[in-house]
């Protein structure tokens, strides 16, 4: 099955009109994203601090369905697939319940830190895009015999 997080929104989430404010829709995203290379064995401190090779964010979006309030449950699902031998994107699927209310992408290129020219994906981030991905094509699967 596809990684997936619960999250409560907090009050720290939401702008004055008492709703999730846009941009912190993708740093949830973000939390789920490092929730998930945990998950995988990747210790977060070396991935994010100095490293050689680096995965930064060159497009996201966000489709909002409905409003998110404070104290609201969200479960997210994180769906990463390669898109070539130098990037990924992720999809992001946020529920309530039954209810989908928002949906995210974010799409990474692999640089090298030093030169900040595009490189090969590491290893590691190959091995967690297969981990995750063959995980959610079984969950499609089997979301697909349930529907027949």
Not at 13 to 39: M, P, Q, R, W
Not at 64 to 81: A, E, H, N, T, Y
Not at 83 to 112: L, N, P, S
Not at 137 to 143: D, H, L, N, P, T
């Amino acid at each position: 099955m596809p990684f997936t997080y619960n999250r409560t929104v907090r009050f720290q989430d939401t702008d004055a009109a008492g709703v999730v404010y846009f941009a912190n829709v993708l740093s949830i995203c973000h939390e789920v994203y490092e929730e998930s290379l945990e998950a995988s064995s990747i210790n977060l401190k070396d991935f994010f601090t100095n490293p050689s090779v680096g995965f930064p964010i060159v497009h996201a979006s966000v489709d909002f369905l409905r409003p998110i309030f404070v104290g609201d449950k969200l479960f997210i699902s994180l769906i990463p697939q390669k898109i070539g031998v130098d990037k990924f994107e992720i999809t992001y699927e946020i529920t309530m319940g039954e209810m989908v209310v928002a949906k995210a992408i974010t799409r990474h290129v692999c640089i090298d830190v030093s030169s900040r020219s595009k490189q090969e994906l590491a290893d590691e981030i190959i091995q967690w895009l297969e981990t995750n991905r063959r995980d959610a094509e079984g969950a499609e699967r089997r979301k697909s015999r349930e529907i027949m």
